[in-house]
C-alpha cells in the first residue's frame, strides 16, 4: 500500500516540474521606474531592495523601493517621471519608498529621507493629487501643497539650531506633523521645525523666526527652474 502511494506521489511531482521549471523561468516583476539620475557631482550611489548597489551615474534609472546615498561633497539631482524635482545635497540618504504614476486616483509618492538634506519641486502627481505625496523622516512627516521647498535632519544640537527635522519653503506650502499629530503649515519663506527631544512644556513642532544658516542650498538650485517645465495637471478621474 505504502509503495503504491509513494509512487502516485511520485508521478504526481513528475507531472508538476515542467510548470514549476515554467514559474521559475518568467521574468520577475520589476519596481515601477520612478525616474533618472539627470545629474551627478562628486561620489554618490544607488542601492536596490536586495542591497545591492552601483554607481549614480548621469541618466541611471532609478526604480521604487531604491536608496541614494550622496557622499561628502556630492550632490545628486534626480528628475522623475511626473516631472518632479528632487535635489540631493552632500551627506545624504533618500530612499523612494514609493512611487505611482498611472493617471488615477492612487498615484502616490512617498520619499523617506534618513540623514542629510534635499530639496524638492512638486510634479504631476502632487499638483493633481497633493495628498498623496509625502516626504517623511525619524521624526516628522511633510506634506505638500504644489511646492518648492527643503528638507533637512540635523542629528544633535549645534549651537542653537536643535536637532530635529527642517522644513524651508521656496514657494507652495507645507505642512510638518509629528508622530502626536500635532503640525502646522509653513507658507513660503518660512521654516518648520519638528523636535527629536522635545523640553517639558515645549511645543513639538514649530515655526522659526529666521531660516536657519544651514539650510542655504547646493550648487544644482540653479539647474531646477531650467529643468522645471511648466506643468499640466492630470484630470482627476471620477
Known sequence: MKNSQTARLSRRWLLALPLLGALLALPQARAQDAGAIERVNGTASIANAANQTRP?????TLRAGETVTTENGAEVLIKMKDDSIVTLRQNTQVKIAEFRYEDKPTDGVLVNLFKGSLRAVTGLVGKARPGNVKFSTSTATVGIRGTDFEVAILEQDEGSNRAGTYNY??????????ASGQNVNVAPEQTGLALSAPRPGEEPVQLLRERPAFLRGGGFDALIINLTQPIQVMPRLR
Open 169 to 178: 519653503v521656496y514657494d507652495g506650502q507645507t505642512n510638518i506633523q509629528v
Open 56 to 60: 549614480a551615474r548621469n541618466g541611471e
